[in-house]
Nanobody, 122 residues
């Protein structure tokens, strides 16, 4: 059974840093891309950053220069280094995989983690 599990969320003061991790587990053959999305209270979910297995990255304008996404293909894990955090970064951060190819399956499937809460205080 394929699952995504996020970790690293917590409470941090403005200007501080956090590092989120997301590990995909299961009988995984290949992952095309993984990324982070977030949803703040009263707002819709938005893209934060994505990275392909080849290392191509994409960032939301609001986090460029502050956040860095990286991945470890061997560990099926993606990271989000968040620096100079701002109160507006407060949200539940969700890990996403697009797409995971599992053993015995001829096509990829999208997966979402359950989310990890990041709270940035003044």
């Amino acid at each position: 059974q394929v699952q995504l599990v996020e970790s690293g969320g917590g409470l941090v003061q403005a200007g501080g840093s956090l590092r989120l991790s997301c590990a995909a587990s299961g009988s995984i053959v290949k992952i095309n891309a993984m990324g982070w999305y977030r949803q703040a209270p009263g707002k819709q979910r938005e893209l934060v950053a994505t990275i392909t297995s080849g290392g191509v990255t994409n960032y939301a304008d609001s986090v460029k220069g502050r956040f860095t996404i990286s991945g470890d293909n061997a560990k099926n894990t993606v990271y989000l280094q968040m620096n100079n955090l701002k109160p507006e970064d407060t949200a539940v951060y969700y890990c996403n995989a697009d797409k995971i190819y599992a053993v015995g399956l001829g096509y990829g499937v999208d997966y979402w983690g359950k989310g990890t809460l990041v709270t940035v205080s003044l």
